[in-house]
């Protein structure tokens, strides 16, 4: 049983965390050759799927601590990538990670900075 708690922090770090590993997949590749190189192709689908269940773990927070994201299309995407995997169009994909992703990287920094406890015997 998955006994951690969806604290708000854990969520935004999930977040962060695979945009930056997503980052890392395709380093300063474009949209064709992350198509044609399945390793990294999958890598940044998986990402994304941790991403989105982040988002979904985080509920009517995300609204809140990152207002103005597509928090339904975002959520949306990690089902589709679950279980429409196979029906998942690649340029949706990359346009999602070249122009989404970088503000919800940004945001979520800065929601997480807002959110860290003033000292380490606090808990968020």
Known sequence: MYSRKHRAIDCLQDIIDNIARIERHVGDLDRDAIDADELRH???ERCME????AAFRLG????VLLPGHPWGRIR???N???HGYD???FNVVWDVVSN??????????????RLQPE????EP
Not at 50 to 53: D, G, H, M, T
Not at 119 to 122: A, E, K, V, W
């Open 42 to 44: 999958d890598a940044v």
């Open 50 to 53: 941790r991403l989105c269940e």
């Open 60 to 63: 009517n927070r995300a609204d």
């Open 76 to 78: 949306g995407m990690g």
């Open 80 to 82: 589709r990538l679950r």
């Open 87 to 89: 029906q998942i169009d």
């Open 100 to 113: 989404e992703f970088p503000r919800l990287k940004i945001d979520a920094y800065e929601a997480l900075e």
């Open 119 to 122: 000292s380490p015997d606090q």
